[in-house]
Every structure is written in structure tokens, then in C-alpha cells.
């Protein structure tokens, strides 16, 4: 037994049972010495706040990033202090849940967005390919105009993949303030996360098995199999490409759009430039 819990042991026989503290350390196997003698650790409460506040807003994160995200913040710690209070504060077993619920955040109403680049949707889903083998497309709506930024067509995606194709976006001269994404593994990797604190882009995660957290990327992925992948059968990944590029081009500029009062995303965006608010708001 660590003399922290025999500590806590000592303690408990005087509080229940109303015992000296000379006989509470003799019955926990306590020294008397150590009883009295007071601590000179240095108070640890305020990084135990930010840790469990950083856990609870982020369910899926290890003691290791939240200690990357403290070291952001300037805390000066290191790592072995953080994983020892992230166990202290028993937040290590929310892992073994296995009832996704529990897990949930809840995050309360998203303030819908009112311009364009503030806020985008991210997801991957997948299709097979005519001889079988598996293809996914990376998706990304703009919540406010409904267009479609990126629809990457690969063979398999990773973090470091997607943090690739938005920066080919970015470089477009498109980025959001936002993008809002699951808990897939390419989205709750380091190299996305890293790249989207370089470039001041929040990650906003939906809570787990809320699917309507979302709405709007699920609506476009719908748009995309019924309209595409239920049309067309993609002989080669090339193939697949070049015919899901060109339903994206069609989906923004020709498509109408009954949320935007039957617009295109492009003449949506035309449309109300003017009445956009500026970045600096």
C-alpha cells in the first residue's frame, strides 16, 4: 500500500470510528511522524481544473494531447505530471465505456453561420469501384452557401492526408474559421490537429453517435450517392475521379438548391456578397 493511501486509510479510521490520531496510524500502519508533518508539494488544483476541463471538451483525448494542448497554453509541465493527475482525476476510465452515450458532450445550439468561410462540414464515405475494390471521397460543404469546397477521391485517407488536401484548398484562397467533423480516426489525428492549430482553425467535434450534429454534410453525402454513385459505375479510380469532379462543378453552379431558395451555391454567394460581415467581425 503507497503511504498516500495509507494515508487516506488513517484517515478514514479517525473520521468514522472517532480515534486518536496516534491510533488511527497504528491501525493503517502509518508513520505518526508523517501524520502531522505538513505538505510542501505545491498546489496542483488549478492544472487538475484545466486538464478535466480539457477532457471534457474533448471525449476522445488521452492524457498525451491534452498535455501537447497545456504545453500550447504555456503551462509548464511535463508529461509524466500530467498523466499522473490526468489518473488522479480518474479521467483514464472513461475509455473503458462502452456505451457511446456516455461518452457524449453536449455542447448545446451551434450559432448558424452567416457568411461564407466561416464554418464547414468534413466527412469521408466510401463506394466500391466495378471490380470490387474500395474507394473514399473527402467531403467538405460550406454550412452557409451549401458548396461544395473538396470531394477527394482516394484510395484510403489518413490524417496527413486530409491536412494536405484542405491546405490545396487553402491555398485556393479558401479557409474556414470552423470545420465541424466526427470522431473518425483521420479527423482525431495529430497531424490534422496540429495543422489546424497552425493555421488558427477550430476543430468543432460532434458529439458521438449524434449524427444530426452534422446534418449538413450527412444531406450533401446523400445528394452525392443518389444523384452520382447511383448513376454512374466507376471502371478505375481516375474514372471515379473525373466523374465526381464534374458532379461537384455541376453541384455548385447548376444545381438548384431548395435551403437557398432554389440558387445554385454560386449565385447564392453572388447574391448576398455584399451583405456578408467582414472577417474582422
Known amino acids: 500500500m503507497t503511504p498516500t493511501r495509507r494515508r487516506a486509510t488513517a484517515q478514514w479510521f479517525q473520521d468514522t470510528f472517532g480515534i486518536s490520531g496516534v491510533r488511527a496510524c497504528r491501525l493503517a500502519g502509518f508513520s505518526r511522524a508523517a501524520w502531522y508533518r505538513k505538505s ?23 492524457y498525451y494531447r491534452i498535455y501537447i494542448l497545456l504545453r500550447r497554453e504555456g503551462w509548464p509541465v511535463n508529461r509524466k505530471r500530467v498523466r499522473r493527475l490526468y489518473r488522479l482525476e480518474g479521467l483514464q476510465l472513461r475509455l473503458r465505456v462502452r456505451k457511446r452515450r456516455h461518452r457524449s458532450l453536449h455542447r448545446g445550439p451551434v450559432t448558424p453561420p452567416t457568411g461564407a468561410q466561416q464554418r464547414w462540414s468534413m466527412d469521408v464515405v466510401h463506394d466500391p469501384l466495378a471490380d470490387g475494390r474500395a474507394f473514399r471521397v473527402l467531403t467538405v460543404v460550406d454550412q452557409w452557401r451549401r458548396q461544395s469546397s473538396l470531394l477527394e477521391v482516394v484510395q484510403r485517407v489518413t490524417g ?15 479557409q474556414p474559421r470552423s470545420i465541424t467533423v466526427d470522431h473518425g480516426t483521420e479527423f482525431t489525428s495529430m497531424a ?4 489546424a492549430f497552425e493555421h488558427r482553425i477550430t476543430l468543432a467535434f460532434t458529439r458521438p453517435g449524434k449524427r444530426t450534429d452534422n446534418g449538413h454534410i450527412g444531406s450533401f453525402n446523400a445528394r452525392l450517392r443518389d444523384e452520382c454513385w447511383n448513376v454512374h459505375q466507376f471502371h478505375s479510380l481516375a474514372h471515379a475521379k473525373a466523374l465526381i469532379e464534374a458532379w461537384r462543378v ?10 437557398l431558395g432554389d440558387l445554385t451555391p454560386t449565385e447564392y454567394a453572388t447574391k448576398h456578397q455584399d451583405n456578408q460581415p467582414s472577417v474582422a467581425a
Open 40 to 62: 510542501i508539494a505545491r498546489d496542483q488544483s488549478a492544472i487538475r481544473l484545466r486538464i478535466r476541463e480539457f477532457a471534457q471538451a474533448r471525449p476522445r483525448f488521452g
Open 250 to 259: 455541376d453541384y455548385n453552379e447548376h444545381r438548384p438548391h431548395g435551403s
Open 192 to 195: 490534422l490537429d496540429t495543422w
Open 160 to 174: 496527413a492526408d486530409v491536412a494536405a488536401a484542405l491546405d490545396r484548398v487553402r491555398h485556393a484562397g479558401a
